[in-house]
């Protein structure tokens, strides 16, 4: 991947982070942004100096709409963008709040769709987009509905978009995995116990039992964001473990 550059967002931590990596060793130069000045401090050391490690927060309208001058910043064209930052919050419906709605769907959807249009004019011709969606847009999980809500919704504009974007030679795909280890899990605020009793519960309806490891995902957006992939477009690929066939 040399003299390619490729945007991740979030791309601190995670399934970000491991795609940022990956890229690296392939000789990509990588730009990630992120949110909290803890886990972007921590991506500067990990990623190293060759990388642009950028504040821009999803969940602002205006930071979304300013990535793709940001970006102008530090290249004269991307080659790949991996639009991945994502938050999850679970809870049965008589628990979930306007806040977690706005919350959610402001940096799973409004953000996304909004960093896209910003990055139009520096997208290369040709190039490829990633959404990273989610199998919970898909299934019907007890607990995540505004979560599996975003996450539809994300796959939904891979779909329309990619018809959309593929005139201007951007090939736009989705990638949906299930359970995999990363800081998410941290972040949903369950008791440990709870918390154990859901990875569990998520491990067990794979048919590998098990979750995946964000290296795994990882290599799928590689391949999704290279030529490797060249005749994939407009596709929402599911990397679950087999969970929806349990
Ligand atoms: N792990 C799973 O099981 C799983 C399954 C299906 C889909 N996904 C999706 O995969 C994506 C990555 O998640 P992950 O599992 O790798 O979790 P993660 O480790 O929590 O990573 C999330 C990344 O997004 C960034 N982010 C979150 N909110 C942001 C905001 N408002 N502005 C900018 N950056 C923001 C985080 O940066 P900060 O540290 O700055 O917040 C971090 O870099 C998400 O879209 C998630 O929905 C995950």
Do not use: C, W
């Amino acid at each position: 991947m040399k003299n390619q550059t490729i945007l991740i967002t979030g791309g601190t931590t995670g399934i970000g982070l491991a795609t940022a990596q990956l890229l690296q060793a392939d000789g990509a130069r990588v730009i990630v942004t992120g949110r909290n000045p803890a886990t972007l401090a921590a991506a500067r050391t990990a990623l190293g100096p060759q990388a642009v490690v950028l504040a821009s927060d999803a969940g602002s309208l205006a930071d979304a709409q300013a990535l793709g001058a940001e970006i102008k910043k530090h290249t004269a064209r991307l080659d790949g963008a991996f639009l991945n930052a994502g938050i999850a919050q679970f809870g049965p419906l008589e628990t979930m709040t306007p806040q977690h709605f706005a919350d959610m769907f402001n940096v799973n959807v409004r953000g996304l769709f909004f960093q896209l249009q910003s990055l139009l004019p520096v997208l290369a011709n040709p190039s490829a987009v990633v959404f990273n969606a989610s199998v919970a847009g898909e299934l019907g999980l007890p607990g995540t509905s505004l979560y599996s809500a975003t996450k539809a919704a994300v796959i939904s504009l891979g779909k329309t978009l990619a018809a959309e974007l593929a005139p201007r030679g951007v090939r736009l795909n989705t990638l949906s995995p299930g359970p995999v280890t990363t800081p998410i899990y941290n972040k949903l605020g369950f008791p440990a116990d709870a918390q154990k009793g859901f990875e569990d519960s998520m491990s067990g309806q794979t048919l590998v039992k098990r979750f995946g490891t964000a290296d795994e995902v990882a290599r799928l957006a590689r391949f999704l964001l290279t030529a490797e992939s060249s005749f994939i477009v407009g596709e929402n690929i599911v990397i679950d473990g087999g969970i929806r066939l349990t």
